[in-house]
């Protein structure tokens, strides 16, 4: 799973047990004003860009708005209505119309769904996409989704953002609408304050020579005595013994042996 689709994940799955509200109340809240009108804080915030849909949506069904706010808070307005595949006031609040975007861009699955996919429902079975929601994980033959405007798994009666779960072979599933992810740009890594990162090149090289010198003499010097032998000898101070040498050190140390033949 990418990067951009897991974060596109924790912005749905955190909104699960938002209630649909009974007026233009306590929005932002996720049970306050439980009720049946069609008022939710996903309707108020894309209406106040002016230019997501083609007219206010808030009081109207709402689980295509929900995903539509979950790509738009995680990704920003842009970037997120072009991973949908949507124009800009355009009828993105509607699922016939959303799937639809994805067919005119060759982006709609009728099977294979992957997390982070729109998934739509037919539930006249008249070829027309009447819910959607987003692909949380497929496995075991099921295709796990959180979606909004849908009956709370506990309570029935409540309206709600839940997790839901089908078979894959589910007949009202009409199919998946896959964003093209490779729009979504690599987080650049946060150097770690003091690590590595902050290092120059040569406080690297230093750090690593002193890791290099600490290392002991091999036992194949120790027990054949050569080493101990040049120390005596005057060719080298035993000092860093596995640390790498110079040109310079390493021509101080010839001239050495050479005087002593």
Not at 64 to 75: A, E, G, P, R, S
Not at 96 to 121: E, R, V
Not at 190 to 201: I, Y
């Amino acid at each position: 799973m990418s990067a951009a689709v897991e974060r596109l994940l924790a912005t749905a799955l955190a909104e699960v047990g938002y209630h649909e509200k009974a007026g233009n109340a306590d929005l932002d809240s996720k049970t306050g004003n439980s009720g049946s009108r069609n008022y939710t804080k996903y309707a108020r915030d894309l209406d106040a860009l002016g230019d997501v849909y083609n007219g206010k949506k808030q009081g109207y069904d709402w689980c295509d708005v929900f995903v539509d706010w979950c790509f738009i808070k995680t990704f920003g307005e842009t970037l997120g209505v072009k991973l949908m595949c949507q124009p800009y006031q355009g009828c993105g609040a509607g699922c016939n119309w959303s799937a639809g975007y994805y067919k005119n861009m060759g982006q709609f699955h009728k099977a294979g769904p992957q997390p982070g996919d729109q998934i739509f429902y037919d539930w006249d079975l008249d070829g027309e996409a009447d819910h959607t929601g987003i692909v949380t994980a497929v496995q075991g033959g099921k295709v796990y989704t959180v979606e909004g405007n849908t009956s709370d798994p506990s309570n029935p009666g409540d309206v709600v953002v839940a997790e839901k779960r089908r078979d894959l072979d589910y007949r009202y599933i009409y199919g998946y609408g896959r964003p093209d992810w490779s729009f979504v740009p690599e987080p650049t890594p946060t150097p770690t304050p003091g690590g590595d990162d902050d290092m120059t090149g040569e406080e690297i090289y230093n750090k690593l020579m002193e890791y290099i010198a600490a290392k002991p003499v091999p036992d194949w010097a120790v027990r054949d005595g050569e080493f101990q032998r040049a120390v005596e000898l005057g060719i080298t101070d035993g000092t860093r013994p596995c640390a790498p040498a110079s040109r310079l050190e390493t021509a101080v140390m010839a001239l050495r042996a050479a005087e002593k033949v």
